[in-house]
């Protein structure tokens, strides 16, 4: 686990062939819990705003 990861830094992380950008909600021990835009979780056809991204898919863009 990255342990300079935390609730607030906004990530890129990659789905379906795309690039999709994100607020870190929740950082678990090998995930963190997203939150993405609604245009992002149409495209993604997911029933909500948030999704899991594993430690190793994610690049850190910025920390709060």
């Known amino acids: 686990m990255n342990t ?7 990530i890129t992380f990659s789905r379906n062939g795309m690039i999709f950008e994100g607020t870190i909600v929740v950082v678990n021990e090998n995930t963190v819990i997203v ?27 910025s920390s709060k």
Do not use: F, M, W
Not at 4 to 10: L, M, R, S, V
Not at 38 to 49: C, G, V
């Open 4 to 10: 300079n990861t935390k609730a607030g830094d906004k």
């Open 35 to 61: 939150e993405i835009t609604e245009d992002d979780q149409k495209l993604l056809l997911l029933p909500n705003n948030r999704t899991v991204v594993s430690h190793s898919n994610y690049k850190n863009l």
